[in-house]
């Protein structure tokens, strides 16, 4: 009996740490829906979901080193060099729009996995290379523009942050990214490798795993996204600036991290990621309306973050506990 009712007591607090992002966003919606009278109206929610989308494409790329049990901090300065660099070259250069984006993004991928490669290569620490690349985009982004925005940008790249039918183009781009990678996660032999790496980097080595491509692999994806999302936000303002995704590196971590996605890696997956991305957005939104300011958002974006690692730590103090007591 003693063992059985301990045995459902960890189950329970297992069940709530792996549905605590639903709970807390079920909790916010109800919060601000009675705080709010504008927040449930139809062109409320379909904004929450616009301002969510941008923020979900670069979260489910950083997703991918963090299951390797890295970090990108490079994604917020990507978004903006790459905003820019798409906008000059269809401003600045008559680049047609097709192929200037598809130049941004294999741009975003080389970087990305240029990171990887350092890390890989250097056995630097992935906070460590991505701090300075970080530090080394958003000075290359401000060198590029003088440190003014580009504007004047055609309607056929603009149209990426338009609405066809009242539905967001950033919305339905996010769901074909997430299709995608979906997939690549669950059904290729990448996916199960890179579970293998963030799990024990050793033990995926000696299995045969190609460790260090699959590394590379997954900071190539998290600067492809990066880029992706420059695009969108510069297609959304119609205008690329310079200082555009200062700290979105910190809220797109707080989204996978929230929506069960362990810093330590090997765990997590994109369903959790859009849902702590959809949880962001909609707490900024919600902040707004409330008329908070700017500056204190960005004081509990912060606690958020700190409350998403400790979610993090807690839930793995509790699956090592539930472990023990099975294998007891």
């Given at each position: 009996m003693g063992i059985d009712s301990t045995h459902r007591r960890f189950s329970w607090k297992g069940a709530l740490a792996r549905h605590s992002s639903a709970l807390i966003f079920l909790f916010?919606?109800?919060?601000f829906s009675l705080l709010s009278g504008r927040f449930l109206r139809i062109g409320n929610v379909v904004n929450i979901l616009e301002q969510s989308s941008l923020l979900a494409v670069v979260a489910i790329g950083i997703t991918f080193p963090i299951i390797t049990g890295g970090i990108d901090l490079s994604v917020g300065s990507l978004v903006a060099l790459c905003g820019a660099l798409a906008a000059g070259l269809v401003t600045g250069h008559a680049?047609?729009?097709p192929l200037a984006i598809a130049m941004v993004l294999a741009l975003g991928a080389l970087l990305g996995?240029?990171?990887g490669f350092i890390i890989v290569a250097g056995r630097f620490q992935p906070f460590v290379v991505t701090l300075a690349t970080m530090a080394i985009t958003r000075g290359a982004t401000l060198v590029y523009t003088q440190g003014r925005p580009i504007?004047?940008?055609p309607a056929s790249?603009?149209?990426l942050g338009d609405r066809v039918a009242g539905i967001p183009v950033s919305l339905l781009i996010l769901l074909i990214i997430l299709i995608l990678f979906q997939g690549l996660l669950r059904f290729t032999p990448f996916g199960a490798h890179l579970y293998a790496l963030g799990g024990n980097e050793e033990t995926a080595r000696l299995a045969g795993i190609s460790v260090h491509w699959i590394k590379i692999g997954a900071y190539s994806i998290s600067g492809g996204m990066a880029a992706l999302g420059g695009i969108i936000l510069t297609a959304r303002l119609w205008s690329a600036q310079p200082q555009a995704a200062v700290g979105l590196e910190l809220q797109t971590i707080a989204a996978a991290v929230l929506g069960g996605v362990s810093l330590a890696g090997g765990s997590g997956g994109l369903a959790g990621t859009l849902l702590g991305a959809l949880l962001m957005g909609t707490l900024a939104n919600g902040l707004n309306l409330l008329g908070i300011s700017s500056y204190l958002q960005q004081v509990i974006i912060g606690a958020?973050?700190?409350a998403a690692v400790m979610l993090?730590?807690?839930t793995k103090e509790r699956h090592g506990?539930?472990?023990?007591?099975?294998?007891s």
């Open positions: 916010l919606f109800a919060c680049v047609p729009v996995g240029i990171n504007s004047g940008i790249f603009t149209f958020i973050f700190i993090d730590l807690w506990e539930s472990s023990q007591g099975a294998l």
